[in-house]
């Protein structure tokens, strides 16, 4: 099962070159501490301005604040975004979960296909009240969200379920995880059969834990993806004007589930980014931040 999470993870982080990721900026932010009921939630605030937007960031499976990494982080600032920079449950500096236990994923994943009820230490719901307890210690009324994978997931749940705290949604390589979608692709598949073992397996996990990815997490956090469920309905009520980005070479979640994503949600775009996976490489970076500018910017009052 280490050799399944770690190769999920390398979908996501270790497509881009190591050279190409730094977190040093990110790293000069003070951290920032808000309860969620009854657990620490950590994150960052970058380019702070009473006038100036605020956008949420969300992350995805098993990633801290600090995977987005500098050069993403500061071309959203250059836009002029107050950025806030959240740290998942189980990540970074917010509480982890190891006393719960790592889960049997293949037997949780039957029980959720045979209809029994998955065993996992908190659901989506809960990460989005962890987000709406940053933005209460903020002081935030109304923020921007963007969320990537898993984060995207999160970010519909905070649409859908506190629509008075979210201006606007954009959603990236996510999902409503709708049991009729398409599976991961055999391009996929062959990426985690591949999977090299011993120490370029013990070198990869170290890339990832410096780009700020918790494998040991990512089990849990899969659980919460599992436990929550198909929320195609959930979705249907989202009312914040929505943008749905996704890569045409999207291995892990087919493109498909970004166009049943924006398919359910009135008013919806939904733009087809040509050539990207299922990561944020640097030199895609000015066409999703531009997609997302203006789209912020056609809604911000």
């Known amino acids: 099962m280490k050799h399944l999470i770690l190769g999920l993870l390398t979908v996501f ?36 301005g009473d006038t100036n937007p605020k956008l949420l960031l969300v992350m995805g499976l098993g990633g801290a604040g600090s995977a987005w990494g500098d050069a993403f982080i500061q071309n959203v600032e250059s836009q002029g975004f107050e950025i806030i920079v959240i740290d998942n449950r189980d990540t970074g500096g917010s509480d982890l979960f190891t006393d719960w236990g790592t889960p049997t994923v293949w037997w949780q994943i039957l029980k959720y296909e045979l209809g029994f009820s998955v065993d996992a230490p908190y659901t989506l719901d809960d990460m989005a009240g ?18 990537v994978s898993m984060g995207g997931m999160i970010a519909q749940v905070l649409a859908a379920n506190f629509p008075n705290r979210i201006k606007t949604l954009t959603s990236v390589m996510s999902t409503t995880f709708a049991p009729h979608l398409p599976p991961p692709s055999s391009a996929a598949e062959d990426n985690l059969r591949d999977l090299a073992g011993g120490d370029a397996e013990a070198s990869r996990e170290e890339l990832m834990r410096a780009r ?12 919460a993806i599992f436990k ?27 493109p498909a589930h970004g166009v049943h994503t924006a398919e359910q949600i009135a008013g919806a775009k939904f733009v087809l980014i040509d050539g990207m996976g299922h990561n944020l490489p640097e030199s895609y970076h000015d066409q999703i931040v531009g997609l997302m500018t203006d789209h912020i910017v056609a809604y911000d009052q």
């Open 13 to 48: 982080t270790v497509g881009n070159a190591a050279a190409d990721y730094s977190r040093d900026y990110l790293d000069t932010a003070a951290v920032r501490t808000a309860d969620s009921e009854s657990t620490s939630i950590t994150y960052r605030v970058f380019n702070e």
């Open 130 to 147: 962890d987000s709406i307890a940053v933005l209460d210690a903020e002081g935030h009324e109304q923020v921007h969200v963007m969320g």
């Open 212 to 223: 700020g990815f918790h494998p040991e997490s990512m089990e849990r956090h899969l659980m």
């Open 228 to 254: 929550t469920g198909d929320r195609t309905q959930e979705v249907q009520t989202i009312t914040a004007p929505t943008l749905v980005l996704h890569g045409s070479e999207d291995p892990l979640i087919p």
